[in-house]
């Protein structure tokens, strides 16, 4: 299994970005799958979780402003952001975690810079 993540970069607060990300293998459809983000000397905390068969939830720092979503038909996740603040800054990672068996996968790391 590997997760390429994407859609990263560099925007002015106020913009929007859509992070995607493709998951090879079969188990997309049977995994919760959410998005994670860490900035330097800090852990990663959770942005988003959309899990395989319940509602999202979201963090209170970005509830309102990001949308998870997935497409189990192409193996891919999102994540629409809207309204970029500069405390958004961070590296962000996705992550799938297997229902039944509980094996866990992270994808490499997509940077998003909000600048003020």
């Known amino acids: 299994v590997q997760l390429q993540a994407s859609g990263g970069g560099l925007v002015q607060a106020g913009e929007s970005l859509r992070l995607s990300c493709a998951v090879t293998?079969?188990?997309?459809?049977?995994?919760?799958m959410g998005w994670y983000r860490q900035t330097p000397g800090n852990q990663r905390d959770l942005v988003a979780l959309?899990?395989?068969?319940?509602?999202?939830i979201y963090a209170d720092s970005v509830r309102g402003r990001f949308t998870i979503s997935r497409d189990n038909a192409r193996n891919t996740g999102y994540l629409q952001m809207t309204n970029l603040k500069p405390e958004d800054t961070a590296m962000y990672y996705c992550?799938?975690?297997?229902?039944?068996?509980?094996?866990?996968?992270w994808g490499q790391g997509t940077l998003v810079t909000v600048s003020s």
């Open positions: 293998g079969n188990i997309f459809g049977v995994s919760d």
């Open positions: 959309i899990p395989a068969d319940s509602y999202p």
């Open positions: 992550n799938i975690h297997h229902v039944f068996n509980r094996s866990n996968f």
